[in-house]
């Protein structure tokens, strides 16, 4: 008995991983340039794409069915509010 | 009475997950602490920055996201029927992640050796900033190595356990497991790496 889940094929891997090592080195190429506040922005939100190209192909996130995907989004939720939660207490805080 | 090893395919891998978010949940601690001591201390977190070796960790970044690929590559190899390239690309993958901790160490000793490192007195000199950034950096990239250490670990018993047929092509679940395991460790580094290396 042959087991689930998606077969993905090889190339579609090696293109990630392409689009992962471009992806780094322009976030080395941002920060090196140094363009003033996108310093931290820019970095996070690249690496957020690249998290997301992880997930979708490398952990086939986005060959499985719903319950996977409303699972990792609901930590996000929680997580995003227990954020907010610990800036606004240290705000406060001052 | 015969007995049947009864598997469940949906239900190992949504473990498997389970677990994983609760590792980023781990993480999420230290890290929400970054963003704070990062705000009341730009100037020292920046300076301290510069003291990191900017060529390894961008080496290592590509050694750890190419074994991510090594380890994807396994999986699809083992659902093709190609066993022993599915050991030997996983076999690879905990290579790889043997040699990240290779230059982690060195980049840690090269530290180390001047004076960084939590507690030393040459630390406190440079202020408290820079304390927390590398208390920080110390803690984050070294629980971080835990796992990539556990990692290379898991994925050398799951070569073995392919080459051993244990592990074969209708039954993957342990190499999956391994897999997604490793792509998390992976998915941690790629937000550390433009923390703690990328500020300046």
Same mark, same amino acid.
């Given at each position: 008995m042959a087991q689930e ?6 190339? !579609? ?8 090592? &471009?992806?780094?080195?322009? !976030?080395?190429?941002? &920060? ?14 690249? &690496?957020?794409?690249? !998290?997301?190209?992880?997930? &979708? ?38 | 009475?015969?007995?049947?090893l009864s598997r469940?395919y ?10 994983? @978010? ?8 230290? %890290? ?21 070796? *900017? ?8 050694? %750890?996201?190419?074994?991510?690929? =090594? ?16 050991? @030997? ?12 901790? =290779? ?30 950034? =590398? ?19 898991? *994925? ?12 074969n092509t209708n039954d993957y ?10 792509? *998390? ?9 433009? @923390? =703690?290396? *990328?500020?300046?």
């Open positions: 889940g998606a077969l993905v094929k090889y190339r !579609t891997h090696i293109l990630v991983w392409i689009a992962l090592v &471009a992806l780094l080195l322009l !976030t080395v190429g941002i &920060a090196r340039m140094g363009i003033g506040r996108f310093n931290i922005a820019a970095p996070l939100a690249i &690496a957020s794409v690249k !998290t997301f190209l992880v997930l &979708a192909f490398f952990m086939h996130l986005k060959y499985e069915g719903r319950f996977l995907k409303y699972l990792l989004f609901i930590i996000l939720v929680i997580l995003a509010v227990e954020s907010w939660f610990i800036y606004f207490d240290v705000g406060y805080r001052g | 009475m015969e007995t049947k469940d949906a239900g190992a891998k949504i473990g498997m997950w389970l677990f994983l @978010l609760s590792e980023v949940s781990f993480f999420f601690g230290p %890290l929400a602490l970054y963003t704070i001591f990062r705000y009341r201390h730009p100037a020292e977190f920046r300076s301290a920055s510069t003291e990191l070796n *900017l060529t390894l960790g961008t080496l290592n970044t590509v050694i %750890l996201l190419t074994s991510s690929l =090594f380890a994807a590559l396994s999986v699809s190899a083992i659902k093709k029927g190609r066993e022993k390239a599915s050991a @030997l690309l996983i076999a690879l993958t905990a290579v790889l992640g043997a040699v990240f901790l =290779f230059i982690k160490y060195i980049e840690w000793s090269a530290e180390i050796g001047r004076g960084f490192y939590p507690g030393s007195g040459a630390l406190f000199e440079r202020g408290k900033g820079e304390v927390l950034y =590398f208390g920080l950096y110390y803690f984050l990239t070294g629980m971080h190595g835990a796992h990539v250490f556990i990692g290379v670990v898991l *994925l050398s018993i799951t070569a073995v356990l392919i080459s051993r047929r244990t592990v679940i342990k190499l999956e497991n391994s897999a997604l395991y490793w792509h *998390l460790v992976d998915i941690i580094w790629i937000y550390l790496f433009p @923390l =703690f290396y *990328l500020i300046s």
